[in-house]
């Protein structure tokens, strides 16, 4: 169908060219008519029908890719593949002092304490209820937290009047 249309313009714009060939024709013969004295035996006449049948060639020419283009063009259906990506469904990771291992190293008795509480509760739990586990004071609990905190290894997020402590993956 777009070929038929994409024809159709060009003839249309042949067309169009004709007429502009023709209109310059009439006017250039005007022109030489009066320029020149000698008659039809002058150089400008023999210009005129020169570029007269080069114009005419190229509108034929441009008539032809128009009409092969009606009949002949065939459509072409451009197909885009579509690439899927599929999830991937990983099983969340197991929260374990092994996997914990080389940051266990690093830390002293009491953040291994409150850390060590934290894997054993699936990686979260409520700062109140790490007071009670560890037996330490909450300020104490507080410190420790904020120097995790201050290695990356832990998140404090405010839930109501307490907060939850949640690793850090």
Known sequence: MRNR????????????????I??????LKEIVNSACSHGPECAMWGTIDFQTNVGIGIMVFVILVGIYLIFFG???K????????KPQITEPKKITKENYQNVLKG???D???????????????????LVEKTGMPKVKVTRVLDKLEG???VERKRRGMTNIVVLKH
């Open 107 to 109: 830390l002293g008795v």
């Open 78 to 85: 451009v197909v885009t593949k579509i690439r899927t990506i």
């Open 111 to 129: 953040e291994r304490l409150v850390f060590e509480k934290i894997i054993g509760s699936e990686g979260s739990m409520f700062q109140s209820d």
């Open 22 to 27: 023709f209109s310059f024709n009439k006017a």
């Open 151 to 153: 290695k990356g290894l």
């Open 5 to 20: 249309i994409i024809g159709i313009i060009i003839i249309g714009i042949s067309f169009l060219i004709g007429f502009i």
């Open 74 to 76: 065939k459509e072409e």
